[in-house]
């Protein structure tokens, strides 16, 4: 946390509704470049730095400090208008008076991640970020590589080096995307390896990016996936326990995520079970869009989804908690049976629609949710909420060691999972349900779990 007081009060005169609308606006800002950030000026940097100083926001001075020295002009106006976006909302905070305080700890989480992000982004670093990618010839995996080579997962100034890793019948396609990358001539991306054997695809990475799974087969049996699959995550956690970095931090994707996670963290005793996550960021999306639809608002309206449980049909997508423009979407969705009726079965089946209508499963979809959930571990949700299939400690009646989908906060490179949320009897037979099917999960391939 940035700092353990509150600000000056900086403006005066609106209401708390204009304030939390300006300071969604921008948070919202921060984060592209537009032609307001050219109409920054040294005077208004200036100004902002004694306005950092005067409430005691050190880090963000240092900061600050840091990139007007080291930065070249171009790059100099990307970073003032993070710094706008900063001082915007640092005038919302102090503009909400009235404010609770999960409002205002919400509100000072989104200066630290903003600024955090600022720093990261605008420090030029000199060694590349190592990026591991398995499935790397994939659906999804082609859809991600080109995004992360071109800046998108970390941002402008980190560079990257990848190791794309998939079976050796793949070798020739790895050697393909390899030369694309080439010929893309990104300048962030600082070297690509290819790879069919994990150990060497995994060493020495700071982040492990987990889509190389077998589809499912015509007559194939859920289980036979299941197990095929979790052969496949046991090699990957042994390999990633002796090569990759302990601070790695991992995300999987391949399915059945949620119990693959599980043998993967499993068969890697050496790194700590906070680093070890699986998507249901696809589906947390879904819903976003399922809902911004049906109220007629914007995706950046909506607050406090949350997706619960396995990444498959039991998955439990709540509503219950959820805000639009600080009202219960309950109150605002004048539909009392849409939740159950039409939203939660469309978000449980959204993967199987899209393969009736695509042919294949979902892919560039997969592709940007993965951006979205390293992007939100990374530099934080600004106090929002996101969803992350993690391993559970008992929260919510969960059996700990299990990895089961959860809303979570994050911030500095950390994600903590929402505590002392309210569970009506419908949701309770939700999460339980399942929970069950996850126990089942385990129970089916506990000879491959250490
Ligand atoms: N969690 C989610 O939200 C989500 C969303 C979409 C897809 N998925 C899952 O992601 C996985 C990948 O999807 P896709 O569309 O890219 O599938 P795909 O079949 O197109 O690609 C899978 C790739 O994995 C490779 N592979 C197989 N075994 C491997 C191994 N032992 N090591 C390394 N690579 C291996 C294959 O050669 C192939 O290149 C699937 O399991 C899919 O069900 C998850």
């Keep these: 946390m940035l700092c353990g007081r509150t600000t000056r009060r900086v403006c005066s005169g ?22 307001l950030a050219e109409k920054l000026t040294e005077e208004f940097a200036i100004n902002l730095k004694r306005h950092l100083e005067e409430n005691r926001y050190t880090n963000a001075d240092k900061a600050f400090k840091l990139i007007l020295e080291k930065l070249d002009a171009d790059t100099r106006v990307d970073a003032l208008q993070y710094f706008r976006g900063i001082h915007a909302v640092t005038e919302a905070f102090t503009d909400v008076p009235g404010a609770n305080k999960h409002e205002n700890q919400r509100i000072l989480a989104a200066l630290n991640d903003i600024l955090s992000q600022a720093h990261s982004e605008c420090s030029t670093a000199s060694e590349p970020v190592k990026i591991a990618v398995t499935g790397a010839c994939g659906n999804i995996g082609y859809a991600l590589i080109f995004r992360i080579a071109s800046g998108q997962l970390l941002g402008p100034n980190i560079p990257v080096q990848l190791h794309l890793h998939d079976v050796p019948a793949a070798e020739q396609a790895l050697l393909g995307i390899s030369m694309e990358l080439e010929d893309c001539a990104f300048p962030l991306l600082r070297g690509v390896k290819t790879f069919t054997n994990p150990e060497s695809a995994f ?113 439990y997508p709540n509503i219950n908690h959820v805000l639009i423009n600080g009202t219960p979407a309950t109150e605002v969705i004048k539909d009392p049976d849409w939740a159950v009726k039409e939203f939660i079965p469309t978000i449980q089946q959204r993967g199987a629609s899209i393969i009736l209508a695509r042919g294949a499963s979902s892919a560039a979809s997969a592709a940007s949710a993965i951006i979205d959930h390293m992007r939100s571990w990374v530099y934080g949700t600004r106090g929002e909420w996101t969803s992350m299939g993690v391993i559970s400690n008992g929260e919510y009646g969960v059996t ?27 949701s309770a037979e939700c999460l339980e349900k399942t929970h069950k099917e996850l126990l089942e999960e385990r129970d089916a391939i506990a000879d491959l779990l250490s």
């Design 14 to 35: 609106s209401n708390v509704t204009k304030a939390k609308w300006r300071y969604k606006k921008n948070a919202r800002s921060v984060s592209t470049t537009d032609s």
């Design 203 to 315: 060493e020495d990475v700071d982040y492990a990016l987990l889509a190389g799974s077998k589809p499912r087969g015509k007559s194939m049996e859920r289980k036979d996936l299941l197990r095929g699959n979790a052969t496949i995550f046991l090699e990957q956690g042994k390999a990633l326990n002796k090569s990759a970095k302990k601070s790695v931090k991992i995300l999987v994707v391949g399915n059945p995520a949620n119990t693959n996670c599980l043998v993967l963290k499993s068969n890697a005793p050496n790194i700590p079970s906070k680093n070890f996550t699986c998507m249901t960021r696809l589906d947390h999306n879904r819903a976003l869009y399922q809902i911004a639809k049906k109220a007629q608002v914007n995706i950046h309206d909506i607050q406090n989804m949350a997706v619960w449980g396995n990444h498959s049909s039991t998955q």
């Design 400 to 426: 700990p060691g299990i990895c089961y989908s959860y809303p979570v906060v994050a911030s500095g490179g950390q994600y903590e999972i929402v505590k002392d949320l309210q569970i009506d009897p419908f």
